[in-house]
């Protein structure tokens, strides 16, 4: 039932964003080429199923937060073109296809991920009343911006300018700004247009806590252990760079326990919702528990993550 729910919600994201990216003839073709590249390749999803999910935890309906949604799977397309690019991490692989600049050209890509950063408030222009509308503009510009997704990409590429040499509160400032931000606000975003109690917007900040540094804790031990055709992209690139990591100043080992002990804590928070669902209905609708087993699947899922 899960992945059958997970495999809808997926379905649902694709078509709207193949369906707000059909432009008018303003938008010139190779740009529109690029953007479609880029956003439309076979993905996770993973955020705006965490948008949904969290909605139709809430209490809500998920059909009202599918804009949301695809907000922010649009500012992650947009954070991967721009960090695919020479002048960043500089690769040439992502979801198994040439990147973005590989496929079309640096400065089309650079537009490309401009292009989308736009695109993504303007999709949640389309939430009502304004009041949310604004909200949400707010708490995703926040999330994407110097402070957090940008501002932790920053200290990553300019990690030599810390006054230490690294040690793994560092590495954990970054990747919960560069890769936990989002993942946090995908959460908050689906509470949001559920009207949801400060209680469970307090629960779902702490389980994106927990599970968005897990999710970098894994990709950093993917970069070591996994294959590169499972995964999509060109890995040794930390060890090759040189680059700050959890299996760098933990070992392999010491990485897979941090990412265990920070995924039991992500689970535990969700057990607000299994108490809490008892408390508001005995009679629950069936995708509330869906939801919930959802969130409790992805847990499980990442601790053996291959991709």
């Known amino acids: 039932m899960v992945s059958r729910y997970i495999d809808d919600l997926r379905g649902f994201i694709n078509t709207a964003l193949d369906e707000?990216?059909?432009?008018?003839?303003?938008?010139?073709?190779?740009?529109?080429?690029?953007?479609?590249?880029?956003?439309?390749?076979?993905?996770?999803?993973?955020?705006?199923?965490?948008?949904?999910?969290?909605?139709?935890?809430?209490?809500g309906n998920s059909q009202k937060a599918i804009?949301?949604?695809?907000?922010?799977?649009?500012?992650?397309?947009?954070?991967?073109?721009?960090?695919?690019?020479?002048?960043?991490?500089?690769?040439?692989?992502?979801?198994?296809?040439?990147?973005?600049?590989k496929k079309f050209d640096e400065s089309t890509a650079i537009l490309a991920g401009d292009a989308l950063l736009a695109l993504a408030f303007e999709m949640l222009?389309?939430?009502?009343?304004?009041?949310?509308?604004?909200?949400?503009?707010k708490e995703l510009a926040v999330a994407a911006g110097p402070c957090q997704l940008v501002g932790g990409q920053m200290d990553d590429i300019y990690r030599n300018d810390f006054p230490e040499s690294g040690n793994i509160q560092i590495i954990e400032h970054i990747h919960r700004r560069k890769t936990g931000a989002l993942i946090r606000t995908?959460?908050?975003?689906?509470?949001?247009?559920?009207?949801?109690?400060?209680?469970?917007?307090i629960a779902l900040n702490e389980f994106g806590t927990h599970f968005g540094l897990a999710f970098q804790i894994t990709d950093d031990l993917l970069d070591v252990l996994g294959n590169e055709q499972t995964v999509g992209k060109r890995l040794r690139k930390d060890t090759e760079n040189d680059k700050w990591s959890y299996p760098r100043f933990l070992g392999v080992d010491g990485a897979r326990r941090e990412a265990e002990q920070t995924l039991k804590l992500a689970e535990h928070s969700l057990?607000?919702?299994?108490?809490?669902?008892?408390?508001?209905?005995?009679?629950?609708a069936q995708n509330d528990?869906?939801?919930?087993?959802?969130?409790?699947?992805?847990?499980?899922?990442?601790?053996?993550?291959?991709?």
């Open 186 to 201: 995908s959460l908050r975003l689906g509470s949001f247009v559920a009207g949801a109690s400060e209680e469970q917007q």
């Open 67 to 101: 804009s949301a949604a695809c907000a922010v799977e649009m500012i992650h397309a947009y954070s991967l073109i721009h960090d695919d690019l020479p002048a960043m991490d500089n690769d040439d692989l992502r979801r198994g296809l040439p990147t973005c600049h």
């Open 271 to 284: 057990e607000f919702f299994r108490n809490d669902n008892i408390i508001r209905n005995n009679n629950l």
């Open 20 to 59: 707000a990216t059909q432009f008018d003839v303003n938008c010139p073709v190779r740009l529109r080429e690029a953007i479609r590249y880029s956003l439309l390749a076979s993905g996770k999803r993973l955020r705006p199923i965490l948008v949904l999910t969290a909605c139709e935890l809430c209490g």
């Open 289 to 307: 528990n869906l939801a919930l087993e959802t969130l409790y699947s992805m847990v499980k899922h990442l601790a053996k993550r291959e991709k």
């Open 125 to 137: 222009g389309n939430l009502t009343p304004l009041e949310l509308a604004g909200r949400c503009c």
